[in-house]
């Protein structure tokens, strides 16, 4: 069965660094052209695009957060990472991980997303 | 960046209607198009990718249309287990945008 699941701290405080996990299974990370990325969403607001990493190890990140994000993978473990630094409560919000399949493909599954406050 | 626009931002509709939804694009995305669906406290769901190709499970009731830059969602006849939000997404180019959303509410 394919899966992602997504962990992480629930609250971050100003200026930390969250890192997020996506656990995920059913399928491989070392197919070139499977991906998986980080989708997020603030509270009542719209769905923000991240990162992606591909299986050959490119990455590719969102141009306005480029310089705060690092996407790695660990194909032993299945895990894909997300690290967000200099956090700020304009970043809280829910953290989703999604599977794409091919190099121009949507996102065909999705974790059930992981709640990130930012607050002191 | 492609910006993706989505018209109405609200639809208030009865069970059994027929629903619109619009989805632009500020440049070409070609036939990269894709269609979620999104109910509260859940993740997104994939509907419609590639414009037209339902995602395995989706109902027939569901359909995709359009190119280049105008594209449309339709749902035939709206169940209860349609009201959502809906967004579509462009994956033609980077960074990977979604639109803003259209909620779709009982009348």
């Known amino acids: 069965q394919n899966t992602l699941k997504e962990s992480g701290p629930a609250l971050v405080r100003p200026r930390q660094t969250l890192t997020l996990t996506c656990s995920f299974s059913?399928?491989?990370?070392?197919?070139?052209?499977?991906?998986v990325g980080w989708i997020r969403q603030p509270p009542g607001e719209a769905l923000e695009w991240l990162a992606l990493i591909y299986g050959d190890d490119t990455k590719v990140y969102s141009p306005s957060l480029r310089s705060r994000l690092t996407i790695t993978r660990d194909t032993s473990s299945n895990q894909v990472v997300l690290t967000m630094t200099h956090m700020d409560p304009v970043d809280t919000g829910t953290y989703f991980c999604a599977r794409s399949l091919l190099l121009a493909s949507p996102f065909d599954l999705w974790g059930q997303g992981t709640t990130v406050t930012v607050s002191s | 960046e492609i910006v993706m626009t989505q018209s109405p931002a609200t639809l208030s509709v009865s069970p059994g209607e027929r629903v619109t939804l619009s989805c632009r694009a500020s440049e070409s995305v070609k036939s990269n198009l894709a269609w979620y669906q999104q109910k509260p406290g859940q993740a997104p769901r994939l509907l419609i990718y590639?414009?037209?190709i339902r995602a395995t499970g989706v109902p027939g009731r569901f359909s995709g249309s359009g190119s280049g830059t105008e594209f449309t969602l339709a749902i035939s006849s709206l169940q209860s287990d349609d009201f959502a939000v809906y967004y579509c997404q462009q994956y033609d180019d980077w960074p990977r945008t979604f639109g803003l959303g259209t909620k779709v509410e009982i009348k």
């Open positions: 590639y414009t037209s």
């Open positions: 059913g399928f491989s990370l070392l197919t070139t052209q499977v991906a």
